[in-house]
């Protein structure tokens, strides 16, 4: 990935391989049958650079380039810590990249030095148990008061819902409006009125705590309104192209990992008297999904460089997301298939890449709506 500022790529790079391999590799497993990060790991992230990458020095940062913080995405999923590479996405590249477009300086100060240390965790809250990308079934509400707003619902499937101390939440203020009438708020965990349920079970991506949030009357000063009221929606489409970039980042790496287990794999395990990778149908399997990611890289680099000049549209962001994260999938199910029986079984990393593609087709916007988003753009209606 080419940078404005590649001298810093390989020094930023060879932090996170380090920091990887000290700090998680060896505790990952036990995190995952655990089903969460601990807390700590927050604040050795931030303890080494890497919450803030791209944050201007002055609130905590380290002023780099955005695209390096996709290269840590990619790098965390390529050594196949899926569940910490959403984590991250959600902290890192959403949440704190909202505020500093967003916030004012203010609510910045409050809550970005914090987030790059380390002591303050990001979430960002939109799905409902009744409602996921289709906004006008959204049921959570924000009244005003005399003393700012109250604010009503629940959230679900939030990922670092249950160690988040910041949650941007989006809600109704004006049910009347559609998506007009879409606010968001910072919200403060520590607020009376404010609850987890138990942690979401998931199929994959273990480690990542997914939580059930409620808000129960929370009385949120005025200065907790993200923006401005009823600008939710256009925040959102305006954020988007970066959130997809990280699933993107994400799905490279793991494609990228996926390979590489599988490499070694075909080298080494026989069958009738020869390497499988000897096999054509293996050869042909490994130069489909090579072929696949560089292709899919291809794009990604070419939306890096359009996000860079501000360039980079919703349209564009869709494709990226469905054609990555359904390349992914389909990648790493073929690169498992060439473990046979032993890519089923636990004991082999190839089936944890498996298991933790499956959301990526589904969270940050499902496949479906990545269609309609594109298929909209070409018949020139509204997304």
């Not at 907790?224 to 970066?242: D, H, K, S, V």
């Not at 564009?316 to 498992?336: F, G, T």
Request: hydrophobic content about 45%; proline content about 3%.
């Amino acid at each position: 990935m080419t940078t404005p500022q590649d001298d810093m790529t390989p020094l930023f790079l060879d932090t996170i391989r380090r920091f990887l391999e000290q700090e998680v590799a060896p505790h990952y497993e036990a995190w995952e049958a655990a089903g969460e990060m601990p807390r700590s790991l927050w604040e050795t992230l931030g303890d080494a650079g890497l919450l803030g990458i791209d944050l201007p020095e002055a609130l905590g940062g380290s002023g780099a380039d955005f695209a390096i913080v996709q290269l840590a995405l990619e790098e965390i999923s390529r050594q196949g810590f899926g569940g910490l590479a959403s984590a991250y996405n959600i902290h890192a590249n959403i949440v704190m990249p909202y505020l500093l477009h967003i916030a004012t300086e203010q609510q910045q100060q409050r809550w970005l030095p914090a987030m790059a240390r380390g002591e303050a965790v990001g979430a960002i809250a939109m799905t409902e148990p009744g409602a996921g990308s289709d906004l006008a079934a959204m049921k959570t509400r924000a009244r005003r008061t005399e003393n700012g707003w109250r604010l009503d619902g629940s959230k679900i499937f939030i990922t670092n819902g249950q160690v988040a101390d910041l949650v941007i939440v989006c809600a109704k203020t004006d049910p009347a409006a559609g998506a007009k009438g879409v606010s968001l708020f910072l919200v403060d965990a520590s607020l009376p009125g404010f609850s987890r349920g138990q942690p979401i079970k998931k199929i994959g991506q273990h480690a990542s705590d997914t939580a059930e949030l409620f808000f129960d009357g929370i009385e949120l000063a005025e200065d907790a309104l993200l923006g401005e009221a009823g600008a939710g929606f256009a925040y959102l489409m305006q954020e988007l192209p970066r959130e997809r970039l990280g699933v993107a980042a994400q799905a490279l790496g793991a494609m990228e990992g996926a390979l590489a287990l599988t490499l070694d794999y075909v080298k080494e395990r026989r069958a009738f008297g020869q390497a499988v990778g000897d096999f054509q149908n293996t050869r042909f399997t490994l130069a489909d999904v090579r072929a696949q990611i560089d292709m899919g890289r291809a794009y990604f680099e070419q939306c890096v460089t359009r996000y860079r000049r501000g360039e980079m549209n919703a349209t564009d962001a869709a494709v990226l997301k469905l054609q990555l994260s359904e390349m992914q999938c389909r990648a790493i199910d073929a690169c498992l298939q060439l473990f046979g029986g032993y890519g089923y079984t636990r004991e082999y990393p190839i089936s944890r890449f498996y298991l933790d593609a499956r959301i990526q087709t589904i969270y940050a916007g499902t496949s479906e709506i990545m269609r309609e988003v594109i298929a909209r753009s070409l018949l020139g209606r509204s997304a």
